[in-house]
T-cell receptor
Framework: GESVGLHLPTLSVQEGDNSIINCAYS??????FIWYKQESGKGPQFIID?????DKRQGQRVTVLLNKTVKHLSLQIAATQPGDSAVYFC???????????FGTGTSLTVIP | GAVVSQHPSWVICKSGTSVKIECRSL??????MFWYRQFPKQSLMLMAT?????????EQGVEKDKFLINHASLTLSTLTVTSAHPEDSSFYIC?????????FGPGTRLTVL
């Protein structure tokens, strides 16, 4: 695949603080990116997406930033809540645009 | 968002048996579905792309004879793990494409004894 799974890095934040989760994608031809949230034992849940013709996109409490020059994505979560604790993955659509490949993932823990 | 279901949610089987996992798109038709595998504390790894009415496309290193994929209709894809062994124990997740994006099923936990 385009990206290889590795052991998850972790991020701990205090409740109410903002969280920033980073992701480096691997294929410069990817033009569509998605952030997913995965809770333990469940499938990934769509959070927000962005196309390569944009640098920034905002949703409810979340913002995705895309830097194509360095192939970097970030997910910003405002006023982080305990319910935000999960593993967050970015996914890219790869060279063909038909499949989605996942980044390493980051485990977010919100401290009450 | 669109709903994708998987069945069963958890299966335990003996080594050497075959296990079938179903993936359904409940409120939309999906010409393309994907199968992923996930080990604990790791990312999702794409196994294959399932195309309705044609053969699946497997990622490099995935044994097509080991992981049989059938996409017989626009709402159903199945993954059969043949002659399962303990090393096949994993979390298997399917997803389905819509015109806009990709939605995931809840996953199936396979435990091979």
């Amino acid at each position: 695949g385009e990206s290889v799974g590795l052991h998850l890095p972790t991020l701990s934040v205090q409740e109410g603080d903002n969280s920033i989760i980073n992701c480096a994608y691997s294929n410069s031809a990817s033009d569509y990116f998605i952030w997913y949230k995965q809770e333990s034992g469940k499938g990934p849940q769509f959070i927000i997406d962005i196309r390569s013709n944009m640098d920034k996109r905002q949703g409810q409490r979340v913002t995705v930033l895309l830097n194509k020059t360095v192939k970097h994505l970030s997910l910003q979560i405002a006023a982080t809540q305990p319910g935000d604790s999960a593993v967050y993955f970015c996914a890219e659509n790869g060279a063909t645009g038909n499949q989605f490949y996942f980044g390493t993932g980051t485990s977010l823990t919100v401290i009450p | 968002g669109a709903v994708v279901s998987q069945h069963p949610s958890w299966v335990i089987c003996k080594s050497g048996t075959s296990v079938k996992i179903e993936c359904r798109s409940l409120d939309f038709q999906a010409t393309t579905m994907f199968w992923y595998r996930q080990f604990p504390k790791q990312s999702l790894m794409l196994m294959a792309t399932s195309n309705e009415g044609s053969k699946a496309t497997y990622e490099q290193g995935v044994e097509k004879d080991k992981f049989l994929i059938n996409h017989a209709s626009l709402t159903l894809s199945t993954l059969t793990v043949t002659s399962a062994h303990p090393e096949d124990s994993s979390f298997y997740i399917c997803s389905a494409r819509t015109a806009d994006t990709q939605y995931f099923g809840p996953g199936t936990r396979l435990t091979v004894l």
